[in-house]
């Protein structure tokens, strides 16, 4: 989408790929483990993606983003026939919600919830 140009270096999120070759105790490699979504808190650039497009530019864009693992999620479970996860790891490494003060970042985040747990 059109946000995706606008907000991508500007959120600290992205898919975790695991490092190849890594194989679990099970000797289950990592195509068979869950999808990740990492946001790092601390490295969003917040007030630069207020700069560069609106509120619901920004929510459409994290809900797009999601969706798009939740789709590669289930692609995977259909290929397998069983559930394949998908979990998002959220680090505040730099970050806390008491140092990020910023009402409209609360209120974007208060929508994602709401939007992608129905």
Known sequence: PPQEALFRSLCCQERWHYPPGIVNSNGK???GW????VCRLGHFDFHGCFAAGSE???L???IWLR????FEAHRTSEAA???HMLTTVNDFANASFQTVKDKKLFGILKRL??????
């Open 60 to 62: 459409r864009y994290l």
């Open 67 to 70: 969706m798009c693992l939740y």
């Open 56 to 58: 619901d530019d920004l």
């Open 81 to 83: 026939g069983r559930l």
């Open 113 to 118: 919830t709401k939007t992608v747990a129905t």
């Open 34 to 37: 869950p999808l990740l979504l």
């Open 29 to 31: 490699t990592a195509e």
